[in-house]
């Protein structure tokens, strides 16, 4: 069975930085794509980054590209998104999935197993 726990949520103020981990299990992690999904309330759940199953490929949305990198270690099964210059409209849920394939692709279709989910709040 498949696990996603993810971590590093909290609150910060524009401009601030902090770093998501999402550790898995139940699957050889380096064989699949991650991603990181959020959802602000109101709004649908919305594609942040992905990586490929060795890291090689990265994909990013317009709205977060330059300031957040998502990176993987495979040795230890955990995928991390690090968001630098937070901004009020970051403010969402976040969640880490792991894809179906080893591409990085950015539709929630192609992810079949969801964390529950972390809490990041940006205050301007």
């Known amino acids: 069975q498949v696990q996603l726990v993810e971590s590093g949520g909290g609150l910060g103020q524009a401009g601030d930085s902090l770093r998501l981990s999402c550790a898995a299990s139940g699957r050889t992690f380096s064989l699949y794509g991650m991603g990181w999904f959020r959802q602000a309330p109101g709004k649908e759940r919305a594609f942040v980054a992905a990586i490929s199953g060795s890291g090689a490929s990265t994909n990013y949305a317009d709205s977060v590209k330059g300031r957040f990198t998502i990176s993987r270690d495979n040795a230890k099964n955990t995928v991390y998104l690090q968001m630098n210059s937070l901004k009020p409209e970051d403010t969402a849920v976040y969640y880490c999935?792991?894809?179906?394939?080893?591409?990085?692709?950015?539709?929630?279709?192609?992810?079949?197993?969801w964390g529950q989910g972390t809490q990041v709040t940006v205050s301007s």
């Open positions: 999935a792991v894809s179906q394939s080893r591409v990085a692709v950015s539709t929630p279709r192609e992810y079949d197993y």
